[in-house]
């Protein structure tokens, strides 16, 4: 074990610490993902970037490499981070404990309430003016993301499980909430409101794609709520997948015929029923703030006395 953890450290510090374990697991992720798909899939990324969709062959290939990437840029920067913050790196990243019965039912039924708003929000996104580049880059995200669940092979939906719901949802969650928003909680004592906002925006960012910022910023808002309300990252991680495992759900029943509603086809939200969500979505996040634990966000940093 370490003399001194990260945690002795003054939170910018460590917030520099981790931003510096992000940006190299983001350049091996990059050099990774490069060789796994030329090695693996028998294409470059730049080859792969113009498709105008994934062919068949290829798309368990492609869940496969990008789970890979997920590992390597995101899981492996915060567990170096928790490694090397705190003794027991479980409860730095609030995983010792599982949350409440009540917590987990109303933490879920927000979170399915909320769907509506989300859908009214993708829809109004993707009517926002943007460039020629930005849109062929969300062009090319939206193409990604519908080859990869335009399957119905069981086969298929079980591997869409671990790679677009499980392991996103944990891996995120530890980068995000555990990771970021605790730290950025420490820097913002005062504030822990713009903590959890600055987070949601960061999370929404990196997923890389314009018309759906403001609704995975909003989701964002909710899992941060849900963590700081709980202080267990796994209902931020149970929710997180949930959101996931609805997409892949649908989208494998549209193509078996149980449906016959496309989830990837943005459709029209009546602006009453997105209000009717926010207010319920609103109203389940004051409940679960009525019931709050406490969440403690441990600084040892004004600690004179380290152990040896």
């Given at each position: ?22 940006f190299?697991?983001?350049?091996l992720?990059t ?13 470059s ?15 368990g ?5 990008n789970?890979?990437a ?11 981070y928790a ?8 409860q ?11 917590f987990?039912l ?13 859908g ?6 993707a ?47 530890i ?54 309300f ?17 997409s ?61």
């Amino acid at each position: 074990m370490f003399k001194q953890y990260l945690l002795y450290s003054r939170p910018p510090f460590q917030l520099l610490v981790f931003s510096a374990l992000f940006f190299m697991g983001l350049l091996l992720g990059t050099y990774l993902t490069e060789w796994l798909n030329q090695q693996v899939i028998g294409l470059s990324s730049s080859e792969m970037a113009e498709f105008k969709s994934i062919p068949e062959q290829y798309i368990g290939a492609v869940k496969w490499v990008n789970a890979i990437a997920l590992v390597v840029v995101i899981l492996l920067p915060a567990a170096l981070y928790a490694y090397l913050s705190h003794p027991q790196p479980l409860q730095y990243l609030k995983l010792h404990r599982l949350p409440g019965t009540l917590f987990i039912l109303i933490g879920v039924l927000l979170f399915l309430v909320s769907m509506p708003a989300v859908g009214w929000m993708e829809a109004w996104g993707a009517r926002l003016p943007m460039g020629d580049e930005i849109k062929k880059m969300d062009e090319h995200y939206s193409m990604v993301s519908r080859s990869i669940l335009s399957t119905k092979l069981w086969s298929q939906f079980w591997i869409s499980t671990m790679t677009i719901c499980l392991l996103p949802a944990i891996v995120e969650e530890i980068f995000f909430r555990a990771c970021v928003q605790t730290t950025l909680l420490r820097m913002m004592k005062s504030s822990p409101v713009m903590a959890i906002v600055i987070t949601a925006v960061v999370f929404s960012a990196l997923h890389g794609q314009l018309s759906g910022l403001v609704p995975r910023v909003y989701l964002g808002l909710i899992l941060g709520l849900v963590f700081y309300f709980s202080g267990s990252l796994w209902l931020s991680i149970l929710l997180h997948f949930i959101n996931n495992f609805l997409s892949v759900l649908l989208m494998f029943m549209y193509h078996r015929g149980v449906i016959s509603w496309d989830v990837s086809s943005i459709g029209n939200i009546p602006l009453w029923m997105a209000l009717l969500s926010f207010g319920l979505t609103a109203g389940g996040l004051y409940f679960l703030y009525t019931r709050r634990q406490t969440f403690e966000v441990e600084d040892w940093s004004e600690i004179s006395s380290k152990p040896q």
